[in-house]
């Protein structure tokens, strides 16, 4: 069994910081993407940012310059530090990652179970 728990969320003012993090644990033969998605009420879930195994990253539009997503391979962990904080911002952040859970078997989707990121204005 794969699993991925996030921790991190919070409430905060507008302006502030929280950094998530997300750690995958169990059957895990290899990590390739890992990410952050992000679900508000009433709207469909969108990346937020992707890190590959190389390192190589990828932001939504709407948080380039106040995001950084990083990764330890060693630990299976991704991390999201999230800097200048909107009201938009407000959503459940879901941690993503492509895993291959064993030697001969095929590579997948695996999410987390979400954390609740509010930002007060």
């Known amino acids: 069994q794969v699993q991925l728990v996030e921790s991190g969320g919070g409430l905060v003012q507008a302006g502030g910081s929280l950094r998530l993090s997300c750690a995958a644990s169990g059957s895990i033969f290899s990590i390739n993407a890992m990410g952050w998605y992000r679900q508000a009420p009433g709207k469909q879930r969108e990346l937020v940012a992707t890190i590959t195994s190389g390192r190589m990253t990828n932001y939504a539009d709407s948080v380039k310059g106040r995001f950084t997503i990083s990764r330890d391979n060693a630990k299976r962990t991704v991390y999201l530090q999230m800097n200048s904080l909107k009201p938009e911002d407000t959503a459940v952040y879901y941690c993503?990652?492509?895993?291959?859970?064993?030697?001969?078997?095929?590579?997948?989707?695996?999410w987390g179970q979400g954390t609740q990121v509010t930002v007060s204005s």
């Open positions: 993503y990652a492509y895993i291959r859970p064993g030697w001969g078997k095929p590579w997948d989707d695996y």
